[in-house]
């Protein structure tokens, strides 16, 4: 948490991060305890859907991703390589390729 922390105190300075890192806790609490989306909502979305989830996110884990998947009427998975969880972290042009890509299909 420390690490996160700062993180937030740096992107969000001199606005109250505190207030941004209390609320991020409360919703992953929240999450934790019950999920928002049931597995039986997934079949009722009708859109298209690119799930992703990179290589080395340890927030949310590929069996938990590849079932969401599974569970969409016209879903698509992509895998980012070399990419962990937070969006600080991601190369934002292997991302945005993938987005464009999937909005042109």
Not at 65 to 73: D, E
Not at 76 to 87: A, D, G, K
Not at 91 to 102: E, H, M, P, Y
Request: glycine share 2%; proline share 5%; charged share 25%.
């Amino acid at each position: 948490m420390p690490a996160f922390a700062q993180a937030l105190k740096q992107c969000h300075d001199p606005a109250d991060w505190k207030i941004i890192l209390e609320s991020t806790a409360s919703m992953m609490k929240a999450m934790g305890r019950e999920n928002p989306l049931k597995e039986s909502d997934y079949a009722d979305i009708t859109n298209e859907v690119m799930v992703s989830i990179g290589d080395s996110d340890k927030m949310v884990s590929h069996e938990e991703t590849i079932n969401v998947y599974k569970k969409l009427k016209k879903g698509s998975l992509t895998v980012f390589s070399n990419t962990p969880h937070p969006i600080e972290q991601i190369d934002v042009l292997l991302v945005s390729n993938a987005i464009k890509k999937f909005m042109e299909e």
